[in-house]
């Protein structure tokens, strides 16, 4: 039997990044700010990501490229692994990212590489709970509730038939 599958998600868009609430404002505030430390010679295009932990604590992270690419690291990946290092047991519950060139930051909402999608699904699955992600573009933003939705036939430990904690 053949069957044909759609696939579709629901996410909330507000025009202005300043009609987002009060708790996700503070994460898109500080995604544009370290976004300014971005290290990003080679394209130009800086990025930073802020990671709300549960007790409230918020830890940021921006892309740092290298000259032997792919060597460097996304902004997510640099916030969730500060994240999982320094916080091992206080668990994300929602991550903005904000990217700029040189013109300011990006009109569109950016969205995660392949990699950091899937980096982000592996803590999803690691912690056993939703990571809200907040996307913010100059102008709007988009909320979208869980990476699954990002990234809906992900490849993750159930493939390996490994059972962990």
């Known amino acids: 039997m053949i069957r044909t599958n759609n696939i ?34 080679y394209s130009k295009f800086r990025v930073g990501a ?5 007790s409230g604590v918020i830890v940021r992270g921006a ?40 013109n300011g930051f990006t009109d569109d909402s950016p969205s995660p590489c392949g990699s950091c999608r899937q980096v982000i699904a592996e803590e999803e699955l690691r912690i056993g709970t939703k990571i809200r992600i907040i996307l913010s573009g100059k102008n709007k933003t988009l909320i979208i509730e869980s990476i699954s939705d990002l990234l809906p036939l992900q490849f993750n430990r159930k493939n ?3 059972n962990l904690p």
């Open 8 to 41: 579709a998600f629901s996410y909330t868009e507000y025009e202005k990044t300043e009609e987002v609430n009060k708790n996700d404002m503070e994460l898109v505030i500080a995604a544009r700010e370290i976004a300014c430390n971005a290290y990003a010679p």
């Open 50 to 54: 802020a990671v709300r932990l549960g």
């Open 63 to 102: 892309n740092i490229e290298n000259a032997a690419f792919p060597s460097g690291i996304c902004a997510e990946r640099s916030a969730l692994s500060n994240s999982i290092s320094n916080h091992h047991e206080d668990k994300p519950i929602a991550i903005a990212i904000a990217a700029m060139t040189e």
């Open 160 to 162: 390996l038939k490994i």
